[in-house]
């Protein structure tokens, strides 16, 4: 009787699995300098935006850069999977590429899932459109945003660009943000193009609750709120998704 | 390309001409990526060319992540 006991397939020993999970985390340490932490599940998937917006050319190795053809299809992943319900939008950015921005900007706003944005720092530039993307938008007492013209670039890289060209290019955000924002056209344009507060340029810097005040985002508020705010919104979609049986 | 930022363009350009840190693509766990050499055999991700969707969220692959590629050495 003793073959059926050699025909089964040998049992590993639990210690010495658990001795080689030992090593493989030593291993890991010693080749990459760090192990990954054991992943906790939340509903909630944090993306950061930071530094520059890296669009269609790949910036010199000195910037600090966020990478559109990254966050696109993480964008999509995070719609898609059920585990997640809703999407924080953490902003520390000077800006970046028009097309990727506003690419992201779109992406943000046309999510069926609750979406919060907050701006820490610095939401500049191409970063006030993805700012005021988001279902609800909240900025740091501290932080701010500078609204001023698309300025002419193009020629760094060869590329004529006409006045007019450009003025279309400023009509995008500008349209961008007055959808998706309280801020009326005016008052935005009129902060784009002030005089005399920046000193290398023209335009506006708005600080914590005075983008508030001008309805460029909804709230004051640190990472607190905007969370609370997320599962407030997480909360309410529950039912009504139960409803109509769509969990997505 | 149309840069709208608050840092002046030419700190954020400069360098720009200058000669790019050669890449490779490589296979890892079935993910497809573009990674920039830093040792035999590791490598800095650049950008994810094949993968799952699900790939995207993984913290581990994201760029500027290090990955090891290539055969592990026979013990």
Redesign the interface.
């Known amino acids: 009787m003793n073959y059926m006991n050699e025909d089964q397939p040998q049992q590993p020993d639990p210690a010495e699995s658990e001795k080689k999970k030992q090593n493989s985390i030593v291993e890991t340490i010693q080749q990459l300098g760090q192990t990954t932490t054991p992943a906790s599940e939340s509903n909630i998937f944090c993306m950061t935006i930071i530094g520059q917006v890296e669009g269609h050319i790949v910036l010199p190795p000195q910037n600090k850069t966020t990478k559109y053809e990254h966050l696109i299809p993480q964008l999509v992943a995070a719609e898609q999977n059920p585990k997640i319900e809703g999407i924080l939008i953490v902003l520390n950015t000077v800006g970046g590429d028009v097309e990727a921005g506003l690419a992201i900007a779109e992406m943000i706003s046309s999510l069926s899932k609750p979406t919060v944005t907050l701006v820490l720092g610095g939401g500049h530039s191409i970063g006030v459109p993805i700012a005021v993307a988001g279902n609800m938008s909240f900025i740091a007492a501290t932080a701010t945003m500078t609204i001023h013209p698309i300025r002419l670039n193009g020629l760094v890289i060869g590329v004529p660009q006409t006045f007019e060209y450009l003025d279309k290019m400023q009509e995008r955000i500008l349209k961008f943000v007055t959808m998706h924002s309280n801020v009326t056209e005016e008052k935005f344009k009129e902060l784009m193009f002030k005089t005399g507060e920046l000193t290398r340029d023209i335009g506006t810097t708005v600080i914590g609750s005075d983008a508030v005040k001008y309805g460029l985002i909804d709230a004051v508020g640190g990472l607190g709120d905007a969370l609370r705010e997320l599962n407030n919104r997480i909360a309410e979609r529950k039912p009504a998704a139960a409803q109509t049986g769509v969990y997505n | 390309?149309?840069?709208?930022?608050?840092?002046?363009?030419e700190?954020?350009?400069?360098?720009?001409n200058?000669e790019?840190?050669p890449s490779q693509e490589v296979w890892v766990n079935g993910v497809f990526m573009q990674v920039l050499p830093v040792a035999p055999g590791?490598g800095k991700i650049v950008?994810?060319i094949h993968c799952g969707?699900?790939d995207?969220?993984k913290?581990?692959l994201?760029?500027g992540s290090?990955v090891?590629f290539g055969q592990p050495p026979v013990s």
Do not use: S
Not at chain 2, 11 to 16: A, I, K, Q, S, Y
């Open positions: 390309m149309t840069l709208y930022t608050i840092m002046p363009l700190n954020v350009l400069d360098g720009l200058g790019q840190e590791m950008r994810l969707l699900d995207y969220l913290p581990e994201a760029p290090f090891m």
